[in-house]
């Protein structure tokens, strides 16, 4: 039995002495074994950077779409780059590097500057594993829902019986894949924009069109305006430092996933290069014609008969008179 008693005793004393001196030998380890901490951390390093590629080809694809990123998908992504280029990783490489150099020359660091270094460089291996874990999302986007496009004003009912002609008309050509440009044009306040309105709220409810964009355009058109006016309406959003080539990038992409949508322009006065803020003009090519799929049917409003038919390259135009002088009442 003291034989027992003795070797159980002798157990927790073994154990407790590991338990002891495990602190203290990891201490030690910094100053002998610094170069396999800081060889961790490089390689810890390399692998968020490994990570980090893998979550930014889905985003880059998600931005394309012109999706939402989760919050948490961006805060890692900050994270990353903030930790990589920026934060205590960086400097301890950099220190590491500076350390080699004056070896080099005869100047090697001392115990202590080893023992900080590789001390510094164990937590931050253990930062990156972290954040390598935390990388690893089913998925990084989602869709947001589209903001109304005010198509649905009363108001725009008013006056729309004698209209109906030119409604019948634009519904008609909306109808010939043939045509992906029209334009409606007539003096200001003849009701031009509701017509427009009340085209869009047909071809929805009949649905010939799968969405429909609106953007105003003014006399001084301002393409950025436009690009968020329209993003909002197909549920996307910019980055703030997004150039106007990459917007209308993003937006063109964003486009073409709709089966077909109707852009409509309302209140042009000058003539609007429409690839440049994102929207595809060219003619129907063959591939579209076939399957009617990804089309971009676009109308345009204007007081100008010859800057529809000349500068925007409308292939059909409906005009619009004033109201006789019983509507106007």
Same mark, same amino acid.
């Given at each position: 039995?003291?034989?027992?008693?003795?070797?159980?005793?002798?157990?927790?004393?073994?154990?407790?002495?590991?338990?002891?001196?495990?602190?203290?030998?990891?201490?030690?380890?910094?100053?002998?074994?610094?170069?396999?901490?800081?060889?961790?951390?490089?390689?810890?390093?390399?692998?968020?950077?490994?990570? %980090?590629?893998?979550?930014?080809?889905?985003?880059?694809?998600?931005?394309?779409?012109?999706?939402?990123?989760?919050?948490?998908?961006?805060?890692?992504?900050?994270?990353?780059?903030?930790?990589?280029?920026? /934060?205590?990783?960086?400097?301890?490489?950099?220190? #590491?590097? %500076?350390?080699?150099?004056?070896?080099?020359? /005869?100047?090697?660091?001392?115990?202590?500057?080893?023992?900080?270094?590789?001390?510094?460089?164990?937590?931050?291996? #253990?930062?990156?594993?972290?954040?390598? /874990?935390? /990388?690893?999302?089913?998925?990084?986007?989602? %869709?947001?829902?589209?903001?109304?496009?005010?198509?649905?004003? =009363?108001?725009?009912?008013?006056?729309?019986?004698?209209?109906?002609?030119?409604?019948?008309?634009? *519904?008609?050509?909306?109808?010939?894949?043939?045509?992906?440009?029209?334009?409606?044009?007539? *003096?200001?306040?003849?009701?031009?924009?509701?017509?427009?309105?009340?085209?869009?709220?047909?071809?929805?409810?009949?649905?010939?069109?799968?969405?429909?964009? *609106?953007?105003?355009?003014?006399?001084?058109?301002?393409?950025?305006?436009?690009?968020?006016?329209?993003?909002?309406?197909? =549920?996307?959003?910019?980055?703030?430092?997004?150039?106007?080539?990459? %917007?209308?990038?993003?937006?063109?992409?964003?486009?073409?996933?709709?089966?077909?949508?109707?852009?409509?322009?309302?209140?042009?006065?000058?003539?609007?290069?429409?690839?440049?803020?994102?929207?595809?003009?060219?003619?129907?090519?063959?591939?579209?014609?076939?399957?009617?799929?990804?089309?971009?049917?676009?109308?345009?409003?204007?007081?100008?008969?010859?800057?529809?038919?000349?500068?925007?390259?409308?292939?059909?135009?409906?005009?619009?008179?004033?109201?006789?002088? #019983?509507?106007?009442?």
């Amino acid at each position: 039995m003291a034989e027992v008693g003795l070797a159980a005793f002798s157990s927790i004393v073994s154990e407790g002495a590991k338990s002891l001196f495990k602190p203290i030998i990891r201490q030690i380890s910094y100053v002998f074994k610094y170069q396999s901490y800081i060889d961790d951390l490089k390689d810890q390093v390399k692998q968020l950077g490994y990570k %980090r590629e893998t979550v930014q080809q889905p985003v880059n694809h998600a931005r394309l779409q012109g999706d939402e990123l989760y919050e948490g998908v961006t805060d890692w992504l900050h994270s990353v780059d903030e930790f990589i280029s920026e /934060g205590v990783a960086k400097s301890i490489i950099d220190d #590491e590097e %500076r350390a080699k150099k004056f070896c080099f020359k /005869g100047l090697c660091p001392n115990l202590m500057s080893r023992y900080k270094l590789s001390k510094q460089a164990a937590k931050a291996a #253990e930062a990156a594993a972290g954040l390598v /874990g935390k /990388g690893n999302f089913s998925n990084v986007s989602y %869709r947001p829902t589209p903001k109304s496009t005010g198509l649905n004003d =009363g108001k725009d009912n008013e006056a729309f019986d004698s209209r109906m002609k030119v409604f019948q008309d634009v *519904m008609e050509a909306l109808k010939d894949d043939k045509l992906n440009i029209i334009g409606v044009y007539g *003096m200001g306040g003849v009701g031009k924009t509701t017509l427009v309105k009340q085209v869009a709220k047909k071809v929805m409810e009949d649905k010939l069109i799968d969405k429909v964009v *609106m953007a105003e355009v003014t006399q001084n058109p301002d393409p950025q305006k436009i690009q968020d006016k329209l993003a909002s309406d197909l =549920g996307m959003k910019f980055d703030l430092n997004d150039s106007i080539h990459h %917007r209308a990038s993003r937006l063109r992409e964003r486009l073409k996933q709709e089966k077909r949508v109707l852009i409509i322009l309302d209140n042009i006065w000058t003539k609007l290069e429409l690839d440049a803020v994102g929207i595809p003009s060219g003619d129907v090519d063959e591939k579209d014609r076939e399957d009617d799929q990804r089309r971009c049917t676009i109308i345009l409003t204007s007081r100008s008969r010859d800057l529809l038919c000349i500068d925007m390259n409308s292939q059909k135009i409906f005009w619009i008179d004033a109201l006789s002088k #019983e509507e106007a009442l």
